[in-house]
């Protein structure tokens, strides 16, 4: 038993300075943290780029895209991605310390859906009527008041926690500048949670990324005003900006960048990371790409 | 060993073994770190305290005190005005962890009088290890539960307009204290001795008359301290409440209103909050609060324990 030990000990204590030798020579460390609407998208691109790029470790995180830019500024985090633009008070910051401006690269668009449950009658909606239901007014709280019938008529409300990229720029689109949400909602903590709480709750309505649809739940045709057409959130309508929710999504560099990161984004931007993003549910950036 | 075998009359002084008096030369160090355990308890206390209120305190200076308390406006987002009223908040709380009460105590209890009481020695082991693997279920798996199981069956069965609810985050919760209660009070219970049993069935007290006149009273600090570890899990779970709960910030008017709880406010809007501006403070102030509320829970317990002691020492 005890040479069993010993061997054992050996063996690791091989294996770590191995692995400690193989991390000094030669890998680059780039860490990519924070919206979770760009989480699974980062993995992904990680997963394709780094097996072609063994020479840079890659660390994907989520978390939240002020957890990024938070990263960012204390220096644990190289990239930032962000569902949302960096705040006034946040670049100062990162102006302070750094010397240098925080960088975005936008690298994907996210049209944002409103989702319902699949067997929810309603076919679109209206910016006005999403006002309604999310403003601090709550004009609409039932859906008799959007012409269908479902049981429990109470709109079962969904929203996202106050402190998410997704909430503030949902906020902005659909509330307007000042506009206020009512706090008669629920709130996930995830783009996935969202749609979770959606598939199981034939009443519900809520927003998140088109990335995260699911066979339980469906979206609904939005219109920016009452009379013009209702548009399907999709790549075309979301590039074309015909589609009233949709956002670029970003990864900010502090600075421009350089080496390991430079290279990763401008192959994020190729037809090669775009690819996947189409994969992954999201909307490829600029139509000059050759689109499909 | 060092001794030579020829010396019959070992010198007075001499006559301790080797090893004892080595024990008695190391037991200053061993006292020293013993001690140094204790006092480092004590110390990592005093550091979060320290840690939490300087992180908090600053933002009194510009937040009213008596709004925070009351208002149920809670906007620390806001683009507006920023709105820091946990009232809505302080209620879900409060509310969740009364209605997991009122399910866990009885329940809990029942089951510890059951395996330590009633059950077949067969019966009672497995029936521990079930519990304790109860116990074992990470929080986000409940809350997991709690929203994808526990909802569309309160929503269907009892048509409520929402599923996630103070009633679902009451059974989880519940749920997640049972195990707490039922070891702690079955620990309690075992600890009774055998001859207060013996005498009272000589006596002819029934089973049920044992356990109520006989075992209770006997118990009882312990029992307490099992209901109490069952509050101060309800009260400080995080994961579970924020999915099962809905995260409303809405004083509730029912039970079957979603509401958010202190801890979940935490948990879901530390992580990116400005550091250093006044969400982040508030946050911090939401930490004392809790704080205070489980300072308030046991020293009623202690009080209460107390109260007990001294009537049974009588």
Redesign the interface.
């Known amino acids: 038993m005890p040479n069993l030990k010993k061997i054992v000990g050996i063996v690791a204590l091989m294996v770590v300075s191995l692995g400690l030798i193989g991390c000094g020579e030669k890998k680059e460390k780039v860490s990519i943290k924070g919206s979770d609407t760009l989480v699974n998208l980062a993995q992904k691109w990680v997963e394709v780029y780094g097996a072609e790029h063994k020479d840079v470790a890659f660390e994907v995180g989520g ?5 990024g830019i ?1 990263g960012m500024m204390n220096g644990t985090v190289k990239m930032a991605t962000a569902s949302r633009a960096v ?1 006034p ?2 670049a100062e910051a990162i102006k302070k310390k750094f010397g240098k401006d925080a960088m975005p690269h936008v690298v994907a668009l996210d049209a944002l859906a409103i989702y319902v449950h699949k067997d929810n009658p309603l076919n679109e909606i209206s910016i006005d009527q999403l006002k309604g239901i999310y403003g601090k007014d709550r004009t609409i709280t039932k859906w008799s008041q959007l012409g269908v019938t479902v049981k ?1 008529d ?1 709109i ?1 409300l969904w929203n996202r ?4 990229g997704t ?2 720029y949902f ?1 902005k689109t659909v509330l307007g ?2 506009g ?1 949400f009512t ?7 995830g783009s996935k ?1 969202i749609v ?2 959606i598939e ?4 519900a309505l809520g927003y998140s990324g088109m990335g995260y649809k699911t066979d339980g739940v469906k979206w609904l045709k939005v219109k920016k005003t009452a009379d013009s057409p209702a548009v399907e959130p999709s790549e075309k309508t979301a590039q074309d900006k015909s589609y009233p929710v949709s956002r670029p999504l970003r990864i900010y560099t502090i600075g421009e960048p350089v080496g390991a990161s430079k290279a990763f984004l401008d192959w994020v931007k190729s037809s090669g990371g775009q690819k996947i993003v189409k994969e992954m549910g999201y909307v490829r950036i600029g139509s000059d790409k050759k689109p499909s | 060993m060092s001794q030579a075998p020829t010396q019959p009359a070992p010198d007075p002084r001499r006559r301790k073994p080797v090893v004892p008096m080595l024990l008695d030369k190391s037991e200053p160090f061993v006292q020293t770190m013993i001690r140094l355990c204790g006092w480092s308890a004590i110390l990592f206390v005093l550091a979060i305290f320290f840690f939490v209120f300087k992180e908090a305190l600053p933002v009194l200076n510009d937040l009213d005190l008596g709004e925070f308390f009351t208002s149920d406006q809670w906007r620390p987002t806001s683009e507006v005005k920023e709105q820091f009223g946990i009232f809505a908040l302080l209620a879900g709380t409060l509310s969740v962890t009364a209605l997991a009460m009122l399910i866990a105590v009885p329940l809990g209890l029942g089951a510890a009088v059951y395996v330590s009481e009633f059950a077949s020695p067969k019966v009672k082991e497995s029936l521990k290890i079930i519990i304790e693997l109860l116990a074992a279920i990470p929080s986000v798996v409940w809350g997991f539960i709690g929203m994808a199981v526990l909802a569309p069956i309160i929503k269907t069965q009892l048509g409520t307009s929402d599923g996630v609810n103070i009633l679902n985050g009451g059974i989880i919760l519940a749920l997640m204290s049972i195990p707490i209660i039922v070891s702690v009070g079955e620990d309690a219970l075992r600890a009774v001795p055998d001859s207060y049993r013996e005498a009272a069935i000589a006596l002819g007290a029934s089973r049920w008359e044992v356990v109520a006149k006989v075992l209770f009273p006997a118990a009882k600090s312990g029992l307490l301290a099992a209901v109490l570890l069952g509050v101060g899990r309800a009260i400080g779970e995080t994961m579970a409440v924020l999915m099962a709960t809905g995260h409303k910030p809405m004083t509730p008017g029912s039970i079957f209103d979603p509401v958010q709880t202190l801890t979940a406010t935490i948990a879901a809007e530390l992580g990116e909050v400005f550091q250093g501006g006044t969400h982040y403070r508030v946050l911090f102030l939401i930490g004392i609060v809790l704080f205070v509320i489980t300072f308030i829970v046991n020293l009623t317990a202690d009080i209460v324990v107390k109260g007990i002691k001294g009537k049974t020492n009588e």
């Open positions: 978390g939240g895209s002020g957890v938070k705040k008070k946040e429990p109470e079962s926690q106050n402190s998410s909430y503030a906020q500048k000042n206020e706090l008669d909602a629920k709130s996930a903590s949670e979770e709480a199981t709750d034939i009443s």
